[in-house]
């Protein structure tokens, strides 16, 4: 494995000082917010729009730096920068909290209503007398409500203590699906508008490649190899990724799937006592969860998906379960069975650690070809041996019968 000085650039959150190939969706989004005085009245709301995994949260929170470095030249008070990640939070209650306990660490929103937690969260806004730029990200269709949280930004008067009005300027970026941003378009009930949004497509093989070439630079110091990148961009490119999985893919071929950012120990498992699973299995779930959890039957999906993208057959359905349980039996996800679907029962998984906390092995040479190089064993192509039999557990609704 290569030495890499500079691992911090590969973390999820980095920020590149520039978003290759977006300057036009970048420069798009800022002038609609038009800081530090806009000619609109508030709320001053923009929405970046793409497929997951285009680069959509990377473009708004660069947005947001630009917003802000804006604010800070052209006034003594600077401003606050608030970013969170929607899909890590549990319904609207969730966002709410996370977004309060940045404002004040001990915060427990156990107890509390969310209308409760919003007033608390836009009093203190008003209290620190702060401009403030606000990026929810990964918003995803089914995700949380961010209804009642942007319509109480829309209008805080009501909100705030008796004979205190208004808000310190804010600016409000988010950045989703198109349909998770209609959504929240259409809950802001004509409080405000997101649209138009900023349109971003999937970045062209070029434009991919000068990222991956410039991602592996910064984090080794030196010039990229260029078999390396070549490798990342067509693996790329077979599965139909974008930016987001090129880094991805960049991250564990660099670092591992062991290693983690922030200092830390791993998880409870070591190299050698790995969890035998298909990388397309992996990858359908981090997929299908957006970081909380997933239908069965969309992981069943994404992995028949993924498979064929790397020229291998899709897990049959029983298999797939088994797969799900040794995850289980691990403790990186928890099968849950909910009322819903045709059936009358959804089953679900949820993550109880991130993906890329993993570790987790291709398995043994002879039985199926490795999909993805999620680790030294998957890129010399060893491969999953067989597991032990197991009565499938599926829920109707996930069509596996």
């Known amino acids: ?102 404002l004040d660490d001990g915060f427990e929103g156990r107890g509390f209503p969310v209308a409760e937690i919003i007033a608390g969260f836009l009093r203190r806004v008003r209290r620190d007398a702060r401009p403030v730029v606000m990026v929810l990200d990964d918003v995803y269709a089914g995700g949380p409500s961010l209804g009642p949280i942007l319509r109480a930004v829309a209008d805080p008067d009501r909100f705030l203590p008796e004979g205190e009005f208004g808000l310190p300027p804010f600016w409000t970026v988010l950045a989703g699906t198109p349909e998770a941003l209609g959504r929240c378009d259409a809950e802001l009930a004509g409080r405000g508008a997101i649209a138009p949004f900023v349109p971003v497509a999937p970045a062209p093989a070029r434009a991919l490649r000068q990222i991956v070439d410039d991602r592996v630079a910064r984090a080794l110091g030196r010039p990229s190899p260029p078999e390396l990148v070549d ?127 993993w570790v987790v092995s291709s398995g043994a040479p002879g039985t199926r070809r490795a999909c993805d190089p999620w680790d030294g064993g998957a890129a010399r192509g060893e491969v999953p041996a067989a597991w032990p039999p197991a009565r499938p557990e599926w829920s109707s609704d996930d069509g596996a019968g």
Do not use: K
């Open 1 to 102: 494995m290569l030495a890499v000085p500079h691992a911090e650039v590969l973390a999820r959150d980095w920020l590149p000082p520039v978003i290759l190939g977006r300057a036009t969706e970048v420069a798009d989004a800022v002038r609609r917010l038009d800081a530090p005085a806009p000619v609109a009245p508030p709320p001053w709301m923009v929405g970046v729009a793409g497929p997951r995994g285009c680069g959509s949260s990377a473009i708004a929170r660069r947005t947001a730096r630009d917003v802000a470095d804006r604010l800070r030249a052209a006034g003594p008070v600077p401003p606050r920068t608030i970013m969170l990640r929607v899909a890590g939070c549990r319904g609207t209650h969730g966002v709410a909290t996370a977004l309060l306990r940045m």
């Open 231 to 357: 490798r990342i961009v067509a693996s790329t490119a077979a599965e139909g990724g974008g930016s987001v999985r090129a880094i991805d893919l960049v991250r564990r071929a660099l670092l591992g799937p062991e290693y983690r950012l922030d200092g830390r120990p791993r998880s409870v498992r070591h190299r050698g006592d790995s969890v035998t699973v298909e990388p397309s299995v992996v990858r359908a779930i981090e997929e299908a969860a957006h970081g909380v959890e997933a239908v069965v039957g969309d992981v069943r999906r994404l992995e028949a998906r993924f498979a064929r993208a790397n020229g291998t057959s899709p897990l049959p359905p029983t298999t797939l379960w088994r797969r799900i349980v040794r995850l289980e039996q691990a403790g990186y996800v928890r099968r849950e069975v909910r009322p819903g679907g045709v059936g009358g029962t959804r089953s679900l998984v949820r993550l109880m650690a991130p993906v890329d906390e």
